[in-house]
């Protein structure tokens, strides 16, 4: 199956400082990929969505010059929190779109999720 | 507007049957997908719908209703290791996920 990787899986990082997080796609080329943040016993919320080779596209309330997403290859997607604040602390979750074909010719637009980076900002 | 609402606790007992609910409103519907999380952990696939009806996976079955905005997921026979928040999440028209609130689930010996 596809595998999604993220590195690194823990962070701790002082106020002002910028951190960024690497979302790989292993043995599968990834178009779209998407960026979650998570707060403690909160569901995941969709920061943005990540295509190869164009800018990313924010959710609204999202600082687009804050979560800089870089999508430079097909197998790499990059989220940079610059100037971290503690309230930026959170656990990030990246996912990769896979589309299949399933019977029925129905197309399930499945997403692989990577293992998520615990972000701590002191 | 966009919205997935889901219980936000529930408790059962080791080997007993749940059933979560799921209901959404939103722009465009591409398929309602069910994760499972632990804590701490990322989601993990469930099952996937894009018809009515029932789809059947071992332990794990789900239903949905497209008229009624409606979904369900059932766990059967159930182990302490289904302790863990189950979020609902529906693909937008433009494929985006959108998750519900998530239920914690907690099972009891």
């Known amino acids: 199956g596809a595998v999604v990787s993220q590195h690194p899986s823990r962070v701790i990082c002082k106020s002002g400082t910028s951190v960024k997080i690497e979302c790989r796609s292993l043995?599968?080329?990834?178009?779209?990929m998407f960026w979650y943040r998570q707060f403690p016993k909160q569901s995941l919320m969709l920061m943005a969505t990540s295509n190869e080779g164009s800018k990313a596209t924010y959710e609204q309330g999202v600082e687009k010059d804050k979560f800089l997403i870089n999508h430079a290859s097909l197998t790499l997607s990059t989220l940079t929190v610059t100037s971290a604040h503690p309230e930026d602390s959170s656990f990030y979750i990246c996912?990769?779109?896979?589309?299949?074909?399933?019977?029925?010719?129905?197309?399930?637009?499945?997403?692989?999720f990577g293992p998520g980076t615990r972000l701590t900002v002191t | 507007g966009q919205n997935i609402d889901q219980p936000t606790e529930m408790t059962a007992t080791e080997g007993a049957i749940v059933q979560i609910n799921c209901t959404y409103q939103?722009?465009?519907?591409?398929?309602l997908f069910w994760y499972q999380q632990h804590a701490g952990e990322a989601p993990t696939f469930l099952s996937y719908n894009v018809l009515d009806g029932l789809e059947e996976k071992g332990r794990f079955s789900s239903f949905l209703s497209r008229s009624k905005g409606y979904s369900y997921l059932l766990l059967k026979e159930l182990q302490m290791k289904d302790s863990a928040s189950y979020l609902c999440a529906v693909a937008s028209g433009t494929y985006k996920y959108i998750f519900g609130t998530g239920t914690r689930l907690k099972v009891l010996a």
């Open positions: 939103t722009s465009g519907f591409n398929g």
């Open positions: 996912s990769a779109r896979v589309p299949r074909m399933l019977d029925r010719g129905r197309v399930l637009h499945e997403q692989y």
């Open positions: 043995d599968f080329q990834a178009t779209t």
